[in-house]
């Protein structure tokens, strides 16, 4: 039985990991495409340009975890009413964002180019890209929800399809404007937003079709009452508003390590750079096992089966325990030649080879966070997720603040390792409490 449950969470697993690693590819291709028809200020823009939106979007990423934990418990309880409730009330709050963040696009574009560090050529070339991509608000904002409605239905694969489509049809659009049009920065922003309103158009039929709803206006106005439901919108914004505060506790962690490594002068930040790619990497493949604990462990709770729940925690969690000691090995073993594909600096090299089995460490042990998050999202138990994301920054900032001026960059490492250590620890305590209660409202079946 454990046998076949491992293939089956690896097989949910390996389109996850797949669609995480296309993401890379556009703004590589973005870079190719201005890199040989545009100057230095073009490549500069596009960089900050799209520093704006991932810092906008990735805040209100909570509508892709909040999704999948309600649709995952609603499959899980055989509820196919609220399942489909479930999506159309992610998707209104998506539309809603989407259209307050296009009304906003003034003040929150004004004071974003004025954050920015640069020339007024490049700030001139951020706000041709901002005021054209912005356009693309709703749409994307309402794929998060139809990503989180797929892993929240386990079905990894059109999730796969709709990532490659979203992110192939993005690139094919942005070299045609830019090498064919010479539309330059304008180009890249312009076929990014027909990228995204295309893909909301074929996600929304992928996940409309996978949920049976054929007439979606009659579906919509048999489900009204439940759709606007006062106790589920309030627990649904309560739910993402917490794991908001979670993703922005996390982005702070890594922003403070980041600007800790500065401290110490240019060369460790660099090679603290040049390691987190290494994380970042490792982050591919644990996310694709957390997301399959999303969508498992979901059901499991919605069915309130305590040995199925139990099970697939389990299972998941040893795959991807598996899988992040492979990664820190190679990443240990292969250390100085990974690194001197990433930089030519040779003290850069020094250092990063120096402290690169900090990385393998934070890499092997990191599982443990993922999973758990995966688990907390899945059950939508996101007070619980937050303060265990509180609590460990608290952790990670005193031992910084005592270990780094002690033993310099190591010790910011270990107080990194620390961090992601603490996060799993506090979550594992909530874990066991949550357990009990499910234990005790139902009964384990056979």
Not at 123 to 135: N, P
Not at 365 to 380: C, E, K, M, N, P
Not at 408 to 425: C, P, T
């Amino acid at each position: 039985m454990h046998q076949n449950n491992y293939k089956r969470i690896v097989k949910l697993a390996i389109p996850v990991i797949l669609a995480n690693a296309s993401v890379p590819l556009l703004g590589l291709a973005d870079t190719a495409a201005i890199g040989q028809t545009g100057a230095a200020a073009d490549l500069g823009a596009i960089a900050l340009a799209s520093l704006i939106f991932n810092f906008v979007y990735w805040g209100f990423g909570f509508l892709r975890m909040g999704t999948t934990g309600f649709i995952s418990q609603a499959l899980g309880a055989n509820d196919k009413n609220e399942v489909d409730a479930v999506f159309f009330r992610a998707v209104l709050l998506g539309l809603i964002i989407g259209l307050v963040l296009i009304i906003l696009q003034k003040g929150i574009g004004e004071l974003a180019i004025h954050l920015l560090n640069g020339s007024t050529e490049i700030k001139s070339l951020v706000r041709d890209y901002f005021y054209i991509r912005i356009w693309g608000a709703p749409a994307t904002l309402i794929t998060f929800t139809l990503l989180g409605t797929l892993i929240g239905g386990g079905w990894t694969k059109q999730l796969l399809l709709l990532q490659l489509f979203l992110n192939g049809l993005n690139v094919l659009l942005n070299l045609l404007c830019v090498l064919v049009f010479e539309m330059g920065v304008k180009g890249i922003a312009l076929g990014t937003l027909l990228a995204e309103w295309s893909t909301l158009c074929f996600g929304l039929y992928m996940v409309l079709r996978q949920l049976g709803i054929h007439q979606v206006k009659e579906r919509i106005g048999i489900l009204w009452q439940q759709i606007m439901d006062r106790a589920k919108l309030i627990s649904m914004v309560r739910v993402n508003s917490d794991i908001m505060i979670r993703t922005l506790a996390l982005l702070s962690g890594f922003a403070w390590f980041a600007n800790q490594g500065a401290a110490f002068g240019d060369t460790t930040l660099a090679a603290n750079h040049v390691l987190l790619q290494f994380v970042s990497l490792s982050a591919f493949f644990l996310d694709g096992y957390a997301h399959v604990a999303e969508m498992l462990t979901g059901k499991a709770f919605g069915a309130r089966d305590i040995r199925t729940f139990s099970r697939e925690v389990r299972d998941s969690s040893r795959i991807a325990g598996i899988t992040a000691l492979c990664l820190a090995l190679i990443i240990y073993s292969l250390g100085a030649p990974l690194v001197a594909l990433l930089t030519q600096d040779l003290e850069v090299q020094r250092v990063a080879s120096q402290h690169v089995i900090y990385a393998a460490i934070y890499i092997a042990l990191s599982f443990g966070a993922f999973q758990l998050d995966g688990v907390f999202i899945g059950i939508t138990k996101s007070k619980q997720m937050r303060n265990a994301t509180l609590a460990s920054l608290l952790v990670f900032l005193l031992l910084a603040n005592g270990l780094s001026p002690i033993w310099g960059n190591a010790g910011l490492w270990i107080s990194f390792i620390a961090y992601v250590v603490a996060r799993a620890l506090f979550l594992w305590y909530y874990y066991v409490e949550i357990r009990k209660e499910l234990h005790t409202a139902a009964p384990s079946r056979g």
